[in-house]
């Protein structure tokens, strides 16, 4: 028997915790299950034939908000050529409307619905019974401490399933109680199918808040592991050197004792590698966590916080909890600690918002200074209550997957493409880190710098110049373009900013044209950069310094009639943001 689980990720560099946990929880049949993981950038074509390659008995797929129109698509090819292959599906994307999703896609066998490992470990014991259980696994004595649940259970006693029987009728079989997070099996072993990969790890399920917009309101059933298996899981990631632990916990930090005792523990054990990733609510963090934070190793810890606004009006429409100046003071005292990477976000197309309002959130959290600042859209999620009240709040929202909310009685579909304007040249130019000096200068013309951001998306639009995949010299070259039209007196700046900023990053094959020419201070390269390509020498004649603490217009530096010289070290770099190492250096030119 050979049970398939499917996984259809967004990136290749993901994994899917989801269908690695649902094989650790029936591990008793673990020789009959396999695991296929895809991603979205694979044609349907070539995931169909290797599904089929495969040459499954039963099939499940895992369903998310970002594959699951590639899985809609995969169902009906796969009946055509598979008609009597059992086929199941799970996860958010399928769970709050089973029925309907049934009476879409008839050859769909079921809907595994909510929390999946047990009914996972059950619908295989229907499928393969008690008799293969014992196909020369080690495992006897642990099959004999669970009598029972080897017994090939019918489906209508399986709790958390939606089915079709035999006559075509759809059942609902009653909800499964949720499991005891120490129930669950540590679902890694061997890593090699995992090699520069993310692995994402769960120590809580459930959330205290209750947003609107989010899936995660709708489980109260708070869990946490035990710490003491936690300490044990970690130290596998850290002895094994894993580059990335991604927790999926939706408030990390809403158990004090338990985010504490964690942070603890890695600080404890750092081996200077691995970095861990957390979702936080900031305004949550005591003065304990903060000054334990402080004290981490440079990249060992991101944090990653939901601000999704700041206009009052928006926070109490979505249900959500925050304390605003807390949550400020919070980000800038870990912001001056300078030792975590810190990644905001904010919702555009939240009610009450509109397009001025979401415009000064953005102010506001752009000037805390976080090292990425997300700008999403709201999505309107089955089973969410925005999505019961899409009505009341005229929320007009994609019929397919993400399901993003394109306006609102408070916003409309224009604005909403000004923002996403606005959040393709964040990425560009704040968000990669490849810009940080050059946009330093660029963002002390604006007031607002989501006006800033929105110009040059609009510059970009009147060019032509959108949804073309540039180069990074080609980027640096449309913002020259864009200064010397916006703010000529300060262009010879701008090309020195973008000097530098391509240098901090690599040692450039290529010269930027816009670049002096260096051949008179060869001579003094040599002599100063001892080991070759990972070290450049570059004279510029802006003081970098004044620019790195320019607040104003009137904080631009003036041009100086000698060169300064700086050296960038790419043998050493930030942990956070992989920038070389860049110092001012004292030389005389002869």
Not at 73 to 79: G, I, M, P, V
Not at 117 to 136: H, I, P
Not at 289 to 301: A, D, H, N, Q
Not at 406 to 424: A, C, P, R
């Amino acid at each position: 028997m050979n049970i398939l689980l499917v996984a259809i990720n967004a990136k290749y560099i993901h994994s899917n915790l989801a269908v690695y946990s649902l094989r650790a929880y029936a591990k008793e049949y673990g020789s009959h299950i396999r695991i296929a993981e895809y991603t979205i950038n694979h044609r349907v074509g070539f995931i169909l034939q290797e599904i089929y390659k495969k040459k499954p008995d039963v099939l499940c797929f895992s369903c998310y908000i970002w594959n699951i129109r590639y899985v809609q698509e995969l169902l009906s090819d796969l009946h055509k050529l598979l008609p009597d292959l059992p086929i199941w599906v799970g996860g958010p994307e399928v769970s709050y409307e089973p029925e309907q999703f049934l009476q879409q896609y008839p050859m769909v066998s079921g809907v595994m619905v909510g929390e999946g490992e047990g009914t996972f470990r059950d619908l295989c014991s229907y499928y393969l019974g008690g008799a293969y259980a014992f196909d020369g696994s080690d495992m006897a004595d642990e099959i004999l401490d669970r009598a029972g649940v080897f017994e090939s259970l019918p489906l209508e006693q399986i709790p958390g399933l939606v089915y079709r029987d035999k006559a075509g009728l759809l059942v609902k079989t009653p909800e499964r109680e949720p499991l005891s997070l120490d129930e669950l099996p540590f679902c890694y072993g061997e890593l090699e199918e995992f090699k520069n990969r993310i692995l994402y790890y769960e120590s809580s399920r459930g959330c205290p808040f209750s947003c609107s917009y989010c899936l995660s309101s709708v489980d109260k059933n708070l869990r946490f592991r035990s710490l003491s298996l936690v300490k044990e899981e970690l130290q596998f990631f850290l002895d094994r050197r894993v580059l990335q632990v991604k927790f999926v916990d939706r408030t990390f930090n809403c158990s004090h004792r338990h985010a504490t005792a964690i942070w603890q523990y890695l600080k404890d054990h750092d081996n200077g590698v691995t970095n861990f990733h957390f979702e936080v609510s900031a305004d949550l963090l005591t003065e304990e966590e903060l000054s334990l934070l402080s004290t981490l190793r440079p990249g060992l810890v991101q944090l990653e916080i939901g601000v999704q606004s700041t206009f009052a009006p928006a926070i109490q429409k979505i249900w959500r909890t925050m304390d605003l100046a807390r949550l400020e003071a919070a980000v800038e005292r870990i912001r001056k600690a300078g030792n975590i990477h810190q990644h905001l976000d904010l919702i555009a197309g939240l009610p009450e918002e509109g397009f001025l309002q979401f415009a000064q959130s953005f102010r506001q959290v752009y000037g805390w200074k976080p090292r990425q600042l997300q700008l999403g859209f709201l999505k309107v999620l089955k089973g969410s209550y925005l999505y019961h009240h899409r009505e009341e709040y005229g929320l007009a929202y994609q019929t397919q997957p993400p399901y993003e909310a394109m306006q609102t009685k408070w916003i409309s579909y224009g604005e909403m493409l000004d923002i996403k304007l606005v959040e393709e040249m964040l990425e560009v130019y704040y968000n990669s880190g490849q810009f940080e000096m050059a946009w330093k200068v660029m963002e002390l013309t604006a007031d607002n710098p989501f006006d800033l951001f929105l110009e040059l998306g609009r510059y970009y639009e009147d060019q032509g110049l959108l949804a073309i995949s540039h180069s990074r010299i080609r980027r640096c070259e449309i913002l020259l373009e864009f200064a010397a039209q916006r703010d000529p007196d300060h262009l010879e700046l701008y090309k020195e900013a973008l000097t530098f900023d391509l240098y901090y990053r690599e040692n450039m094959k290529t010269r930027p044209k816009w670049a002096p020419d260096l051949s008179c201070y060869k001579e003094l390269s040599r002599r100063f950069c001892k080991k070759g390509k990972l070290s450049h020498l570059e004279p510029f004649w802006y003081d970098f310094e004044k620019v790195r603490q320019a607040k104003t217009l009137e904080g631009y530096p003036d041009r100086i009639q000698e060169p300064e010289f700086w050296l960038f070290s790419y043998e050493t770099r930030d942990p956070l943001s992989g920038q070389a190492k860049a110092d001012k250096v004292s030389l005389t030119v002869t």
